[in-house]
Every structure is written in structure tokens, then in C-alpha cells.
């Protein structure tokens, strides 16, 4: 124990309140004397009941926190009275969270704000901070952006990161204020300075895009690298984007991988995704579809419907994975619940071929239409051919099969283009046509489709 612990336990042992307030400090913190949360809160304690106010705050966040003492709100409030009854700021700011949270009382935004705004009178950041975001989000009170902005500003001004990231974002969004990137970066570039991860992140990207700023690789770089470097996900997903395109650094997918396995181990949907495709694609790694399985798998798990989809795909064709055509259905049908159109078309597919299923014309058709509503040439394509062999002296039937055929030709898929041609040619489901034929099976020979190229020639 130092010269200057050992004055502070004689005074503490005499009754000084002040040293008594000190020395709960050194055992809470373990300076000079050994790390004692129970002494910590027992010195506390004595101090607070001779009315050092900072000992009383510091006793009702020892019972709140059940430091060195159980758990105890009422006990914790009782404390933050004391405290405020000497108009002390930090105890009206935290009396203002016990009724925001319900923490020993009832939770009460309105009397929340009632000490918040104490808090904030008396110059108090946070006290100002919980003022404006209750301004802001009409908690206990009705919106008011322009006492929202008012508070953050003073609290911002003081150096609350939480008000200068908020600032922030009202400028950006031009809420309660004239949109303006260049006072949003101002703030942001506070608070990344403080060592805000999300601050750090949100100003790498402008300085990357220019927005509100000069635009400048180097300095966006560093900041985005600053914040990946200590786990913000955001900000390794960024790194990985920018890897993968060029954009701002050299392409580098070797890179991209680095950046995106840092943010799937943390659980990265998105990541797990990108890692999971460039193993199958072999893409900046050995294609490995044993490990593009196991990523996609951890995606899936979580829910994310593409992922779904590659498990099942990769489940059916036992792909990096032992063949198992129905936990593919399973995974498919997962994926298609959430509207995924490439997994109702690889049901399609499934049911229409009985694979490892009885065939199922019904559920084919119902999956196939689910995903070509929503647009994919395949199953658009799909439908055309079922509509067509269903009736192919029935013009209503040949009619539906060229109205799909057209959506898929429409956004150039060979296949369709090349059927309309024949379509035309013949005059099946639509007037004989020579030239829309000719059309048609051109617009197929350019996409390489080597039928439409021997109908193009006997035209």
C-alpha cells in the first residue's frame, strides 16, 4: 500500500467522509489496496450516510448493479433521493432511467422526463441527451424536433458521442432540420475522433463516397480498417464489398474473404453468404463445397432465405454434403415460405420429376407460378412448356403457354425466344407471323442458342 492509500485509510478510519468516499473508489478499482467490491460498497456506504453526496450517488449504483451488494432498486432509489436532494445532476439523471426502465417502480416516461429535465438544467450531458432522444422518438412526450435538436446540441457540444451521433443522422435524414452531409460528417467525425466504432465506420463510408466530404480512399480506408480492427461488423461487410468491386482499394478477393470471415464469425448474414458463394464459385479461394455447405448452413440456420436455398440445392445434388434429396425439400420449402423465387422454382423442378417424392403435377405447377410471378425466365419458361403440352390443339392452353414464353423472351431468355419463334412460325397461340418468327428465333441466335440458329437458317 502507497504513502497516499495509507493516509486515506487513517483518515477514512477517523470518519472523514470525504477519505471514507475515496477509499470505497481505491478497493472498487483496486488502487493501492486490493480489489474488494464488498469494502468498495461498505466504505461507500459509511461515507453516504454522513451526506458526501458523491458517495450517496455511488451507493445507489452499487445496489442498481448489485456490486459488492444484492440487487436492490428500492435501496438504489433511496440513495439517488438522498443524492438529489443536494441537487445533485447524476442522481436526477438516474432516477429519470429507474422510471424510464421500471427499474423498483413503475416505468413512467412522464416522470422520467420530469428528472431528466432536472438533469438537463443543471448541465448534465446525458440528463440533455434523454431529453432530446425523448423529443425525438415521442417517448413521455409528443415529437418535437426542435427541442430534439436543441437538447442534442447542447449535449453534443459537450462531447456526448450518443448526441453526435444522433446529430448526425438528423442531418443526414433532413429531420427537424435542412438536410445537409457536410454538418452530419462534422458530428460523426467528433464522435469517431472520441473512438465511436459506428462514428468511425459512418465517416469511412463518406469519405469513401464523397458525400459531405472530399472524397478520399486513403482516410476512408483507415477509418473503416480502425473500426474493423475492433470488431465493428459493419465495417469488415464494408471492407469485404469494397475488395470484392475495387472500390476505393485495389480488387483483391483474397482481401474481400479476410474481411467477410472477421464478420461471419460474429454472425454476419451477409457474410456468411458472400463466403459461402466463393467457395462454391472458387472464387479467391479452392473451390470447396464442403465449405461453401457450411457457411451457407450457418446463414440458413439463421434464417436468411437464399442461404436456405443453397443448402437444399446443394442437399439434392450432394454437393459438399451427403446427397439428401429430402432435407432438400425441407430447406427449399423454408426458402420459398419467405418468397424466394429460385427455391419455388427448384421445388418446381423437384415435384414435376418426383425427385425422391412422388411426382406432384399440382404442387409443380403451384411453385413454378409462385416464382414466375415474381419474375424468374425459368419457371416463366417452365409454365409455358406445361401450358403448352396440356393442350396442344387447345388455344386457350397454347394461348397461356406464349403469354409466359413472351414474359420470359421479354427479359431475353433463349429458350422462350427461340419457342416463340416457333410460335410464330406455326401460329400457336397467336396469328402466323413470318417476320415476328424471323424475329425471335434472331433474338435466340444471339444469346447462342444453337436450335434457333438452324431454324434462323431454314427461314
Given at each position: 500500500m502507497g504513502k497516499n492509500s495509507r493516509e486515506i485509510v487513517k483518515s477514512?478510519?477517523?470518519?472523514?467522509?470525504?477519505?471514507?468516499?475515496?477509499?470505497?473508489?481505491?478497493?472498487?478499482?483496486?488502487?493501492?489496496?486490493?480489489?474488494d467490491d464488498a469494502k468498495a460498497f461498505s466504505w461507500a456506504k459509511k461515507a453516504?450516510?454522513?451526506?458526501?453526496?458523491?458517495?450517496?450517488?455511488t451507493l445507489g449504483n452499487m445496489y442498481a448493479q448489485g456490486q459488492g451488494v444484492t440487487q436492490d432498486y428500492k435501496e438504489a432509489q433511496k440513495w439517488y433521493l438522498e443524492a438529489s436532494r443536494q441537487g445533485f445532476a447524476g442522481a436526477f439523471f438516474n432516477l429519470g432511467v429507474q422510471y424510464w426502465m421500471g427499474q423498483g417502480?413503475?416505468?413512467?416516461?412522464?416522470?422520467?422526463?420530469?428528472?431528466?429535465?432536472?438533469?438537463?438544467?443543471?448541465?448534465?450531458?446525458?440528463?440533455?441527451?434523454?431529453?432530446?432522444?425523448?423529443?425525438?422518438?415521442?417517448?413521455?412526450?409528443?415529437?418535437?424536433?426542435?427541442?430534439?435538436h436543441e437538447y442534442l446540441l447542447e449535449a453534443a457540444t459537450?462531447?456526448?458521442?450518443?448526441?453526435?451521433?444522433?446529430?448526425?443522422?438528423?442531418?443526414?435524414?433532413?429531420?427537424?432540420?435542412?438536410?445537409?452531409?457536410?454538418?452530419?460528417?462534422?458530428?460523426?467525425?467528433?464522435?469517431?475522433?472520441?473512438?465511436?466504432?459506428?462514428?468511425?465506420?459512418?465517416?469511412?463510408?463518406?469519405?469513401?463516397?464523397?458525400?459531405?466530404?472530399?472524397?478520399?480512399?486513403?482516410?476512408?480506408?483507415?477509418?473503416?480498417?480502425?473500426?474493423?480492427?475492433?470488431?465493428?461488423?459493419?465495417?469488415?461487410?464494408?471492407?469485404?464489398?469494397?475488395?470484392?468491386?475495387?472500390?476505393?482499394?485495389?480488387?483483391?478477393?483474397?482481401?474481400?474473404?479476410?474481411?467477410?470471415?472477421m464478420a461471419a464469425e460474429q454472425g454476419n448474414i451477409e457474410s456468411q453468404c458472400n463466403i459461402g458463394a466463393m467457395y462454391n464459385q472458387g472464387?479467391?479461394?479452392?473451390?470447396?463445397?464442403?465449405?461453401?455447405?457450411?457457411?451457407?448452413?450457418?446463414?440458413?440456420?439463421?434464417?436468411?432465405?437464399?442461404?436456405?436455398?443453397?443448402?437444399?440445392?446443394?442437399?439434392?445434388?450432394?454437393?459438399?454434403v451427403e446427397q439428401d434429396r429430402r432435407a432438400?425439400?425441407?430447406?427449399?420449402?423454408?426458402?420459398?415460405?419467405?418468397?424466394?423465387?429460385?427455391?419455388?422454382?427448384?421445388?418446381?423442378?423437384?415435384?414435376?420429376?418426383?425427385?425422391?417424392?412422388?411426382?406432384?403435377e399440382e404442387k409443380a405447377y403451384e411453385y413454378f407460378t409462385a416464382s414466375a410471378k415474381q419474375g424468374l425466365p425459368p419457371a416463366q419458361y417452365a409454365l409455358g412448356v406445361i401450358h403448352s403440352n396440356r393442350g396442344p390443339n387447345d388455344p386457350p392452353e397454347q394461348k397461356k403457354s406464349y403469354n409466359w414464353h413472351k414474359k420470359a423472351a421479354d427479359q431475353g431468355y433463349a429458350q422462350s425466344q427461340y419457342i416463340l419463334g416457333v410460335m410464330y412460325s406455326k401460329g400457336l397461340g397467336v396469328k402466323e407471323d413470318p417476320k415476328q418468327a424471323q424475329f425471335w428465333f434472331s433474338k435466340a441466335a444471339d444469346h447462342g442458342d444453337a436450335l434457333s440458329s438452324h431454324s434462323q437458317d431454314k427461314a
Open positions: 477514512a478510519m477517523k470518519g472523514s467522509k470525504d477519505a471514507q468516499f475515496n477509499l470505497s473508489i481505491l478497493h472498487a478499482k483496486g488502487i493501492g489496496v486490493k480489489q453516504a450516510k454522513q451526506g458526501n453526496v458523491e458517495a450517496q450517488l417502480v413503475e416505468r413512467n416516461y412522464e416522470k422520467a422526463l420530469e428528472y431528466f429535465s432536472k438533469a438537463a438544467d443543471k448541465g448534465l450531458a446525458m440528463g440533455q441527451y434523454a431529453l432530446g432522444l425523448s423529443y425525438l422518438e415521442e417517448m413521455g412526450t409528443k415529437k418535437d424536433l426542435k427541442k430534439a459537450q462531447g456526448n458521442i450518443e448526441s453526435q451521433l444522433r446529430l448526425g443522422q438528423l442531418y443526414t435524414q433532413g429531420e427537424g432540420v435542412e438536410q445537409n452531409h457536410r454538418e452530419a460528417f462534422k458530428w460523426w467525425e467528433m464522435a469517431a475522433n472520441q473512438g465511436d466504432l459506428m462514428a468511425q465506420h459512418n465517416i469511412g463510408i463518406r469519405l469513401r463516397d464523397g458525400v459531405g466530404v472530399k472524397q478520399d480512399s486513403a482516410k476512408s480506408y483507415n477509418w473503416l480498417v480502425q473500426a474493423a480492427m475492433q470488431g465493428l461488423e459493419a465495417s469488415q461487410v464494408s471492407l469485404g464489398r469494397m475488395y470484392r468491386l475495387g472500390k476505393g482499394v485495389p480488387q483483391d478477393d483474397s482481401q474481400a474473404l479476410k474481411w467477410w470471415k472464387i479467391g479461394v479452392e473451390k470447396d463445397d464442403s465449405q461453401s455447405y457450411a457457411w451457407l448452413k450457418k446463414a440458413a440456420d439463421q434464417g436468411n432465405a437464399g442461404a436456405q436455398r443453397g443448402v437444399g440445392i446443394l442437399l439434392a445434388h450432394g454437393m459438399g432438400a425439400i425441407r430447406w427449399l420449402l423454408k426458402a420459398a415460405d419467405q418468397g424466394d423465387s429460385e427455391a419455388q422454382y427448384n421445388l418446381g423442378i423437384m415435384y414435376a420429376n418426383g425427385l425422391d417424392t412422388d411426382p406432384d
